[in-house]
């Protein structure tokens, strides 16, 4: 396994061979107003896609509640969005029977940035990525890679595409079948998208860096790690002084903090079904919570401050973090 330092982003894995050549293209870019006051909140669920099933309704029941509280600007889900297998198409019942009749709260009617998940390439990804649905549920906002500027300034919001980075995916893809339609060849589209990363967040000028995935970077839970996002994608990170690395796939709730860096590692995969004591010896220093049940992430933050806790389903705070910088200071 090649192991890169902070230092060796992009330009080393071209010289390694890891990736190829091709034309660059920039990531697409929304903007969210924060609120009046300069705040912004919003909650984070990931791997949620089950009709109902495994406490996904009580997580949604509890998001509603949790967000008419902090009255939340958007929600941003971590992927896996249908289970097992995506999407069939446009017109499958799943949209509406696992999103739009299940979060059905008036403080969840917010715009929902969404990720895929390695569940979502075994259907039919561009169905997810379709504008049909946004005209069925004005709610759904769901691209590949793409750029959030909240506040304007505050904070920026970098969701990467993790699925095609994973190789076990391509190489012992077992019985499932993944959709690779936009993907292929994957040399160019990995090296489009770290480079694309890699540039919005250089030329990024906002107060918090936030970058959000369906896979690990790091985590204690069944799926553990992801060494291709260690050795692609965190080195990016680190580079370019990210606050917090958000990701689901692993069906748990977890904050790891970093003793070689100050990147937070927060895990919101407990959207359904999760998998119960699972989890993997981790250094205490730095496992500053881990939860093998359902639930999901609220984040309050403005220019200086940023608050994050994690509920269960029956919404009792399990865990609380924050944060602060000073106006001005070095990004």
């Given amino acids: 396994m090649v192991v890169l330092s902070q230092k060796e982003t992009l330009p080393t894995l071209l010289l390694l061979g890891l990736l190829s050549v091709c034309c660059l293209a920039e990531l697409q870019r929304f903007e969210h107003a924060a609120k009046p006051d300069g705040s912004l909140s919003f909650l984070v669920v990931g791997d949620w896609g089950r009709k109902g099933l495994y406490n996904q309704s009580h997580v949604a029941l509890q998001m509603g509640i949790i967000g008419e509280k902090l009255d939340v600007d958007f929600v941003i889900s971590t992927g896996d969005n249908f289970y097992d297998d995506g999407l069939t198409g446009e017109t499958d019942p799943a949209f509406h029977e696992s999103f739009s009749d299940i979060y059905t709260a008036p403080s969840l009617q917010k715009p929902w940035y969404t990720v895929l998940g390695n569940h979502d390439y075994r259907g039919d990804v ?7 649905l946004a ?19 505050m904070a920026e919001f970098f969701f990467v595409d993790t699925t095609p980075l994973v190789n076990k995916y391509f190489t012992n893809p077992g019985d499932s079948v993944y959709d690779w339609k936009g993907i292929l060849p994957r040399n160019n589209y990995i090296q489009n998208l770290l480079s694309e990363v890699e540039t919005g967040l250089r030329e990024s000028t906002a107060k918090w860096k936030i970058v959000v995935g369906h896979h690990t970077i790091k985590s204690a839970g069944n799926h553990g790690n992801t060494d291709e996002l260690n050795i692609l994608l965190l080195p990016i990170l680190e580079a370019y002084d990210v606050d917090f690395y958000i990701n689901g796939h692993d069906h748990c709730l977890e904050h790891i903090i970093s003793t070689e860096s100050p990147i937070q590692f927060l895990t919101s995969g407990g959207g359904s079904k999760a998998w119960k004591n699972k989890i993997k010896p981790w250094n205490p220093r730095e496992m500053k919570f881990y939860y093998d049940g359902q639930g999901f992430m609220s984040v309050e933050m403005t220019r200086t401050d940023v608050d994050f806790k994690f509920y269960d389903i029956f919404g009792n705070e399990l865990h609380k973090w924050s944060t602060s910088k000073l106006l001005g200071s070095a990004m």
Avoid: V
């Avoid at 069925?136 to 890679?145: F, N, P, T, V, Y």
């Fill in 126 to 132: 561009e169905a997810q990525l379709s504008p049909t």
């Fill in 135 to 153: 005209k069925m549920d004005s709610r759904w906002i769901c691209l590949r890679s793409f750029i959030l500027n909240a506040g304007p300034e």
